[in-house]
């Protein structure tokens, strides 16, 4: 079986929708052996992947007519969601774990990665986005309860944005209004990253957009992503009608 980047899910659905999970998989490509020298307790965990979000990724495609865009590779890897000259792009310390196959990665080993797997997919992206004047980007990530050492995140979901809040403040008007749900604007990260997937690819475009960050404890299960994905479709359709383009 031949490895791709990248896989789209629903490509022929047309609708105004794109969603895109940066951080899908977990999987170290066949070219650097499978492997990165981490156990497998390590490869499952939140520093490799978002757990979850394929699912809900997946779920909110289907529920919103829109294609969807899944990274096949995992973070440590390369990062698709920093820029080319982040310094977090190619991590080898993350939440406590040192990551023996990155050790002596250095620039000719970061550029091979950027072209093999981190290009292709934002090929891609740019290329789904690009098919419509229209398109509205969702990025959909998750996040763990607790990272080590630090207080434990309160949040169900977070809503990530930048400058350009015209879809992610309905949204969080949304979902602050449902009864059961503790909601964070730009938590538990910052809202802007220079260079990163939404700055490249919306931002720069003056796309309307949103990240939504799921805490993972809550979507460890096919059953707990398919219900946020239902979940939160008509949230985004109720934001996306707020919004004067």
């Not at 080590?148 to 977070?158: C, I, L």
């Not at 964070?184 to 939504?212: F, Q, S």
Request: proline content about 7%.
């Amino acid at each position: 079986m031949t490895y791709t980047p990248y896989t789209i899910h629903g490509e022929a659905r047309q609708g105004r929708w794109l969603i895109t999970c940066d951080h899908a998989s977990n999987c170290v490509p066949p070219d650097l052996g499978g492997t990165l020298g981490l156990p497998d307790a390590d490869m499952a965990r939140h520093i490799a992947f978002d757990v979850g979000a394929r699912g809900v990724a997946l779920a909110l495609g289907e529920a919103l007519g829109a294609p969807v865009l899944c990274s096949e590779f995992s973070r440590l890897v390369i990062d698709p969601n920093r820029g080319e000259d982040d310094p977090t792009l190619l991590m080898k310390l993350y939440d406590g774990s040192i990551i023996p196959g990155n050790r002596a990665a250095d620039a000719v080993e970061t550029e091979r990665r950027l072209e093999a797997y981190y290009r292709p997919y934002h090929a891609a992206l740019e290329r789904l986005a690009g098919r419509r004047d229209d398109i509205v980007i969702v990025s959909v990530h998750s996040y763990t309860r607790q990272l080590r050492g630090r207080p434990t995140r309160p949040w169900h979901v977070g809503v990530l944005h930048a400058w350009d809040a015209r879809l992610s403040d309905p949204l969080i008007a949304a979902l602050e209004a449902e009864p059961d749900l503790v909601v964070g604007r730009n938590e538990p990260y910052p809202g802007h990253l220079p260079g990163d997937a939404i700055d490249r690819h919306a931002l720069k475009h003056g796309r309307n957009n949103t990240l939504i960050e799921v805490r993972n404890d809550l979507i460890e299960t096919e059953q707990a992503q398919a219900h946020w994905g239902a979940r939160l479709a008509p949230l985004l359709e109720w934001a996306l009608a707020q919004v004067k383009d």
